[in-house]
């Protein structure tokens, strides 16, 4: 059974840091695209960043919002992706979850065939 579970949000002061963690079971890391994805209260849906598989070369993306910020990465012998967050903002709350998908980063979050429940990110002093 395919299963990705999030760990690491909570609170945190603006400035502050956070690591999020996402353990996917049952998948073959190096064949799939890991992407994060986050959704605020009354949002849309909105990509954070993707890395590529190692089939692919492992490339990452950022949106705009997080570049400079957040760094994607990936650990295939613990199956195993991360977003390390710094210099969080308020407007970094959210839900934040992990996706895969084989191979490529896809275009969209309608794309991903595999997701996980979410966990809170809340930035506020």
């Known amino acids: 059974q395919l299963q990705l579970v999030e760990s690491g949000g909570g609170l945190v002061q603006p400035g502050g840091s956070l690591r999020l963690s996402c353990v996917l079971s049952?998948?073959?890391?190096?064949?799939?695209?890991l992407g994060w994805f986050r959704q605020a209260p009354g949002k849309e849906r909105e990509g954070v960043s993707c890395i590529g598989s190692s089939n692919s070369g492992g490339g990452a993306n950022y949106a705009d919002s997080v570049k400079g910020r957040f760094t994607i990465s990936r650990d295939n012998a613990k199956n195993t992706m991360y977003l390390q967050m710094n210099s969080l903002k308020p407007e970094d709350t959210a839900v934040y979850y992990c996706?895969?998908?084989?191979?490529?980063?896809?275009?969209?979050?309608?794309?991903?065939?595999?997701w996980g429940q979410g966990t809170q990110v809340t930035v506020s002093s």
């Open positions: 049952g998948f073959i890391l190096d064949y799939y695209a």
């Open positions: 996706a895969a998908e084989p191979f490529s980063c896809p275009g969209g979050a309608d794309e991903y065939d595999y």
